[in-house]
């Protein structure tokens, strides 16, 4: 099985502040990486697929990069609304075994 | 808009069998892969599996014996059974339904269901 681990496991930081996540599988998953927020109570949003591409509606602070082990997550400029949990999924493994990371916590400093 | 709602009992007594429905609203569930994924409180996510609107299903290895899906398209429905469920069981489920890229192996879960909570315990 692949397996996904993220870093940091938890963040502290300040509105306005570039903020980077990275997540890496245990073997090659070329660009098949989604990335994903999610707030307490609420369900997970979709915000990258594909390693990079930004889903419809995310706000362009977000973006994604990588390919093959290692991923990151970056978001430009921290606002508000950002403070939440982000988990990385692969979906590379046949057949279908599609993985979370353990996720990341980005909190107010 | 597609939109996705959880239903079904809150609470399941040890050893019995967890019974969900998602229904799709806003759009056809036909030609798409839909998801069950689960998430005990204070944890990450747990995929358990997909099913095609043929019916075709893929299950987490590690649920696969107590697994079943199932999928009504006159209903716009699909279902999730899990077997002799445990106090580990206990967790918000979450259906999702699974988008695709051009590429067979892109794959992303998007929109999901708001979930629900279910708790095992006699």
């Known amino acids: 099985d692949i397996q996904m681990t993220q870093s940091p496991s938890s963040l502290s930081a300040s509105v306005g502040d570039r903020v980077t996540i990275t997540c890496r599988a245990s073997?090659?998953?070329?660009?098949?990486l989604n990335w994903y927020q999610q707030k307490p109570g609420k369900a997970p949003k979709l915000l990258i697929y594909?390693?990079?591409s930004l889903q419809s509606g995310v706000p362009s602070r977000f973006s994604g990069s990588g390919s093959g082990t290692d991923f990151t997550l970056t978001i430009s400029s921290l606002q508000p609304e950002d403070f939440a949990t982000y988990y990385c999924?692969?979906?590379?493994?046949?057949?279908?075994?599609?993985?979370f990371g353990p996720g990341t916590k980005v909190d107010i400093k | 808009q597609v939109q996705l709602q959880e239903s079904g009992p809150g609470l399941v007594k040890p050893s019995e069998t967890l019974s969900l429905t998602c229904t799709v609203s806003g759009g056809s569930i036909s030609s798409y892969y839909w998801s069950w994924i689960r998430q005990p409180a204070g944890k990450g996510l747990e995929w358990i599996g997909r099913i095609y609107t043929s019916g075709s299903t893929n299950y987490n290895p590690s649920l696969k014996s107590r697994v079943t899906m199932s999928v009504d398209t006159s209903k716009n429905q699909f279902s999730l059974k899990l077997s002799s469920v445990t106090a580990a069981d206990t967790a918000v489920y979450y259906c999702?339904?699974?988008?695709?890229?051009?590429?067979?192996?892109?794959?992303?879960?998007?929109?999901w269901g708001q979930g629900t909570l279910v708790t095992v315990s006699s």
């Open positions: 594909a390693a990079s």
């Open positions: 073997q090659s998953i070329s660009s098949y």
């Open positions: 999702a339904r699974v988008d695709s890229g051009r590429i067979w192996a892109e794959n992303w879960f998007d929109p």
């Open positions: 999924q692969q979906s590379y493994s046949t057949p279908p075994l599609f993985t």
